[in-house]
């Protein structure tokens, strides 16, 4: 049973860059699609940023190009460079992860392919 924690969450001002964490324990580390999912106020959480062996990724057009999604093997943790940050991006950020055996492109960001959940890490965007 794979445990996954988040942190690196905060406040930052509009415009301004936060990292983000994701500590996978508890398991092998055997081949995992990995993803960070945002949860505004009161809405459903949506995927934004999947990864797959380190190397294939697959963005939500809301973070293509601020947001990159990356991924240390040798420390089991998959990071979240979120720059050129609004307001539309404060919230609640979970990661996810779920065995894979092969690239799954855009199906990474959807959040039926999860079960393995983290707690999430509070971002909060002020002007």
């Known amino acids: 049973q794979v445990q996954l924690v988040e942190s690196g969450g905060g406040s930052v001002q509009t415009g301004g860059s936060l990292r983000l964490s994701c500590v996978a324990s508890g398991a092998p580390s055997n081949r995992r699609c990995m993803a960070w999912f945002h949860q505004a106020p009161g809405q459903e959480r949506d995927g934004i940023a999947y990864i797959f062996d380190g190397v294939s990724t697959w963005y939500d057009k809301r973070v293509k190009g601020r947001f990159v999604i990356s991924q240390d093997n040798a420390k089991n943790t998959v990071y979240l460079q979120m720059d050129g940050m609004t307001a539309e991006d404060e919230g609640l950020y979970l990661c996810?992860?779920?065995?894979?055996?092969?690239?799954?492109?855009?199906?990474?960001?959807?959040?039926?392919?999860?079960?393995?959940w983290g707690q999430g890490t509070q971002v909060t965007v002020s002007s």
């Open positions: 996810a992860a779920a065995p894979c055996t092969h690239d799954i492109g855009s199906w990474g960001i959807l959040r039926g392919m999860y079960r393995t």
